[in-house]
């Protein structure tokens, strides 16, 4: 019924709205058979990846006794268990479920996951990519030691990343990873330029000391201009938030395998080579 004015009267919520009180049903979730509880949060502020939180709370985790969350404990939990059988830490899973649910465990899962099944699967690529190169070399070579010259100063290059990561405040990341398998195959042709250019030398009859020092001073140049080149390209997704991690792996890894390369791989294949020739002199 409308007053006067034509505008509905209010009618208070009370008299068409009861209020009950009641409980929710709860929701249970499982897993693989398993009951378990979600805790879900996201990391934000200073610290982005999710490793170096997890890793902060994984050291919190392990101050706390597990035992105190077994409902009913009181020195025994069931019948011939004693307490000092019960595990005192909460177990803690990343690529893997808990087999059982009698024992309370906790499983990251979400980004961190990912982050690990990234960094086991480029690791494993990486491992075979490193065999396969190995291979080549074999092969091009004629020689079983040779690639490993060539390839011993692959691990040299973290000596640039890792303090440039520090240094910049920026974290190693998957694309950091990605970033250094990149530049190893930088650094592997490198190596190759050097050891070709010796074997070049002692092909004309160069004396073995004398190639090694003409192959650091004379490769010296390309060596450089490739690094320039790849920090020039780098330089463009330098402060990207996602690609960060690439430019300064490739950035870095360069520039230091610059320098240390036309100075390891010349002076390990004379050491090398030198005692074998050695060796042989001896023997005959």
């Known amino acids: 019924?409308?007053?006067?004015?034509?505008?509905?009267?209010?009618?208070?919520?009370?008299?068409?709205?009861?209020?009950?009180?009641?409980?929710?049903?709860?929701?249970?979730?499982?897993?693989?058979?398993?009951?378990?509880?979600?805790?879900?949060?996201?990391?934000?502020?200073?610290?982005?990846?999710?490793?170096?939180?997890?890793?902060?709370?994984?050291?919190?985790?392990?101050?706390?006794?597990?035992?105190?969350?077994?409902?009913?404990?009181?020195?025994?939990?069931?019948?011939?268990?004693?307490?000092?059988?019960?595990?005192?830490?909460?177990?803690?899973?990343?690529?893997?479920?808990?087999?059982?649910?009698?024992?309370?465990?906790?499983?990251?899962?979400?980004?961190?996951?990912?982050?690990?099944?990234?960094?086991?699967?480029?690791?494993?690529?990486?491992?075979?990519?490193?065999?396969?190169?190995?291979?080549?070399?074999?092969?091009?070579?004629?020689?079983?030691?040779?690639?490993?010259?060539?390839?011993?100063?692959?691990?040299f290059s973290l000596i640039g990343i890792l303090p440039t990561h520090g240094v910049l405040g920026a974290f190693f990341t998957a694309t950091s990873m990605i970033g250094f398998m990149a530049g190893a195959g930088i650094v592997v042709r490198n190596s190759i330029i050097l050891v070709d250019f010796i074997e070049m030398r002692l092909a004309q009859g160069k004396p073995l000391a004398e190639a090694v020092v003409e192959a650091g001073l004379v490769r010296f140049r390309p060596i450089m201009l490739t690094a320039m080149a790849v920090v020039v390209g780098a330089a463009v997704i330098l402060f990207d938030p996602i690609f960060q991690g690439l430019a300064i792996s490739l950035m870095a890894g360069s520039v230091v395998s610059m320098f240390i390369a036309p100075l390891t791989v010349p002076l390990l294949y004379y050491l090398v080579f030198n005692k074998q020739g050695a060796k042989t002199c001896l023997s005959s």
Do not use: C
């Not at 899962?109 to 070399?137: C, N």
């Open 1 to 155: 019924m409308a007053s006067r004015t034509g505008v509905p009267p209010l009618i208070p919520l009370r008299e068409i709205v009861r209020v009950e009180q009641s409980t929710l049903d709860r929701s249970i979730y499982h897993k693989n058979l398993l009951p378990v509880t979600y805790v879900i949060g996201d990391v934000a502020g200073v610290i982005e990846s999710p490793v170096y939180a997890i890793l902060k709370m994984n050291q919190q985790i392990k101050k706390l006794d597990a035992r105190q969350f077994i409902p009913g404990f009181s020195g025994v939990t069931n019948p011939g268990t004693p307490a000092s059988l019960l595990p005192s830490r909460i177990q803690i899973y990343n690529a893997k479920q808990p087999f059982t649910d009698q024992y309370p465990a906790i499983k990251w899962d979400g980004e961190w996951q990912i982050t690990i099944e990234v960094f086991r699967d480029l690791g494993l690529a990486f491992g075979a990519v490193l065999v396969l190169i190995y291979i080549l070399m074999v092969g091009w070579f004629r020689s079983f030691i040779t690639p490993f010259i060539v390839m011993t100063v692959i691990p």
